[in-house]
């Protein structure tokens, strides 16, 4: 597991000296300003009630579907390159040709993609700032919200990793992302469609469930428990599809 | 150093390599030499743990590469063909975080950097980023990669692939330095290089090996055939009566211009064709002007080694002796 960190390490490098990282984070970034500002603007029209529980805070984190459709576009672009680009460019060999094993390899670009989710948050603490300057804030709430977009990250970044590990290269890898997150995405939608007996299946795939307890300020466990089985058996399928390609050439 | 047994890879229904079997002691510089296609680059993949073999054993340094292979990648630097690199980092970094990978102490990782830089002769461009050199300095530092946990096993996949006559040189000249104290499996269709530098060189064709020896008794396995030229005076009829009573001379081509006779013989039997040939000429009282033996060079093995039926007897009968 040294390799992990070994690879961790150059992953995060690799993304900071890249104009990719910072052409992604000032896009997402105006993104989440705009979407901030058009909530704001709404919330200050209307009559004042609710307290912070209604806040544009809470509508920022997950009251909107301006707050996962951009997830579904970004995570892709996030995790496109880790294994693809490497296949693609052939560094590859060189990677798997040194001591270390398929599993140091996933979890290393993993957590190194996890690392960039959270650098894609942290500016969004500004916002919380400044709405704390005008009014009441729920840190508590505030707290779990940031919980839960952690949780999505743990879930979502998984499935990115897996297709970048059994694509040829970054578009085909962004392409099968986007399409396995947004049919999970409307499969989820479903917890709002069918009966009792089905809905807590649905609830679990859904991110717009997720949000929405951890937005409340509540820390709904079986969700996190949710997302990181998620993640383990996801990357033991990218760590396989690694192995396998050994066998394929 | 490296034990090959009945190795075997098919893609689907295509045999890349079939049942090669060798073993290169330590010490060794060993060459690979085939056409493009052959299976040289699978068969290094697999020594190197890139690709798992169909079938076969593979052990580095007495190690079972397919029971542990992550032991094993430690014995090896290897550098595949075109070597492949990080475009955005700078050359230092590159090899520091090699290291790390390849598990070199923390407290050596310097020194082992400044070593393989001096050793690749990278050392001025240690700073630059790896995107903007040259493609001779991408390929030294591919080696200086390969040599920076100072592994006793140096695989290298067409070295000198790609570069100009003054970088071929100096990548040739290096690797000769590192064979001294290392062995080395290097891949090639270029064999003037095997001459220069290998002790050994396997032939493989179509995924087998055709051939195993010494550069120069591969050469020699080629002089019981002989090409000779000929100039001589007399009628192109009297010089075809000669050969024609020498069984082991066989006319390739023969012309007459200005009363001077032209000729290409091959001689497949003993040795010193070219003394049989001058006599005969004498004996029939016919002028021999010229008469030149053509050395059949490497170039000639190889064609003949591949292109020809593989089992040709030149190359069965240098496989007995070995």
Redesign the interface.
Known sequence: M??AW??F??EV??FF??PMAYVLLTCWLLFCGVVFWILAEYYAGQPMGGGAQDSPLTAFFGGTTLFYLPMLVFVPLVTMRLIAEERN???L?????????EVSVIVGKYFAALLFWVAMWVPTLLYVWLTSRYGDVDMGAIGTGYLGIFGIGVYYLAIGVLMSAVSPNQIVSAILTFVALAGLFVVGLGQYVFGDEYRELFAYLSIWGHMEAFSRGVVDTRYLTFDVSVAVVTLSLATGALQAR???? | MIRVDNLTKSYGRHEAVRGLAFEVPQGQVCGFLGPNGAGKSTTLRMITGFLSPTTGTIHISGVDALAKPIEARRHIGYMPEACPLYPEMRVGEYLRYRAELKGVPRASIAARVKQSLAQAAVADVEHRIIDQLSKGYRQRVGLADALVADPPLLVLDEPTAGLDPNQIRQVRTLIGELAKNKTVLISTHILPEVEAICDRVLILSKGKMVSDGRPTSLRDALRSQETLRIVGRGSKGAFEDVFAKLDDIHVVKLTWRDGLVTGLLEATGEPDASERVFSAVAEAGLTLRELSRQQASLEDVFTNLTTSEPEAPAARGDEEEE
């Open positions: 040294k390799a070994t690879i390490k150059r490098h690799s000296v890249s460019r052939g560094t060999e060189v990677l798997m040709t040194a001591p270390v094993s050994r066998v394929e050439g």
